[in-house]
């Protein structure tokens, strides 16, 4: 352990000195493995450390400036490392939708105008087993090793949907039998058009990143009023402060819904009591994991995003498009407008 956490300052070390704008990521994997990504500007440092902190591997990845899930088509369900783990030769499957590292993927870039997939998780890459060739070769995660085996092209359907290529083999990232039951097989297969082989990219938001939360239409920051740490405090805009009460972590809870938690207090962002009612206030309360508690992040397409109640089907709202600071935060009737409109300002 004492080893690890030399190994771990000397790292932090050299990012604060080397790029202070970089937001760093550790997971501690099952198997005792410590996984190390940073990002900075769509560049991606991935290290593996064993269970003695000795570096395993480092590699150098430019990326695409966000995490995805990958969601099939047929089953509606995500790209998974099965139970989670680390481990070379693991087996790619598809699950049930369920926020974790597991379903997560960075897109990076490869030789030949092709793409590797690295699992958040693990730090390991999406490869065809033995770099196979034949219809049904397993899909497994292995270390980052250049070869084509861990190299796709990712093509356009032109539906909002990928295919998913092997440079290797020329085929595509398929379900198994086109199957749609959690823990179904990810293969090769020959490309045919099916749903089994499309792929929807969702961009997902890395679990626990901290965030400002600014209103476009005031240009002021979701804040707790008065920096309370009490269950029923209320939601407000405010100018801009720094402070702690405006700031929150983004936890992916599954099934593409997100919960808020207010840095300051630790407790989430909630609807009073499970209210559905244009108007009803927004507060924080104790993380229950109640729908009031649910949030759908939808991407407007022009640098902000709506958040909906998955209990009321309403939107985070500024009470009459108010910019005085103190106006309250609410629900309301997803209308479009700025009041409803909110900038995620990464905190690194």
């Not at 410590?34 to 900075?40: I, S």
């Not at 085929?171 to 297969?189: R, Y």
């Not at 239409?217 to 707790?224: I, P, R, T």
Request: hydrophobic share 35%.
């Amino acid at each position: 352990m004492k080893k690890i956490t030399i190994v771990i300052f000397l790292c932090v070390l050299l990012f604060v000195h080397t790029q202070t704008a970089s937001a760093i990521q550790y997971v501690y994997s099952s198997s005792g493995k410590l996984v190390l990504a940073d990002f900075f500007n769509g560049k991606y440092i991935n290290y593996q450390f064993d269970r003695n902190g000795s570096l395993e591997s480092k590699t150098n990845l430019i990326c695409l400036p966000s995490e995805y899930k990958l969601i099939n088509v047929g089953s509606n369900k995500a790209l998974d490392v099965s139970s989670g783990e680390t481990i070379q030769g693991t087996r790619v499957q598809i699950w049930n939708e369920n926020g974790t590292n597991a379903q997560r993927w960075l897109i990076c870039n490869a030789a030949n105008n092709s793409y590797k997939l690295i699992n958040v998780n693990s730090g390991k890459a999406l490869d065809v087993s033995q770099g196979g060739t034949a219809d049904g070769t397993p899909v497994q995660i292995w270390g980052d090793n250049g070869t084509g085996a861990q190299q796709w092209r990712l093509i356009d359907n032109g539906d909002g949907s990928h295919k998913f290529i092997n440079s290797n083999s020329g085929k595509a990232l398929d379900v198994s039998q086109g199957g749609t039951a959690d823990g179904t097989s990810v293969q090769i297969w020959s490309d045919n058009g099916t749903n089994a082989q499309k792929w929807k990219l969702v961009k997902s938001i890395p679990n626990g990143s901290e965030y400002k939360i600014i209103n476009l239409g005031s240009g002021k920051a979701l804040d707790v009023t008065w920096g309370s740490l009490i269950d029923g405090t209320r939601i407000q805009i405010w100018d801009d402060n720094g402070t702690y009460a405006q700031r929150w972590r983004i936890y992916d809870i599954g099934s593409g819904l997100y919960k808020l938690i207010n840095v300051n207090s630790g407790k989430a962002l909630d609807v009073s009591n499970s209210g559905t009612a244009d108007g009803t206030p927004v507060q924080i309360w104790g993380d229950n994991g109640a729908g009031a508690q649910q949030w759908r992040l939808i991407d407007n397409g022009d640098g902000s995003h709506k958040f909906i109640n998955a209990n009321s089907g309403k939107a985070l709202d500024v009470s009459q498009g108010g910019t005085v600071d103190g106006t309250p935060v609410q629900i309301w009737n997803d209308n479009g407008s700025p009041a409803q409109k909110w900038s995620l300002v990464k905190i690194n």
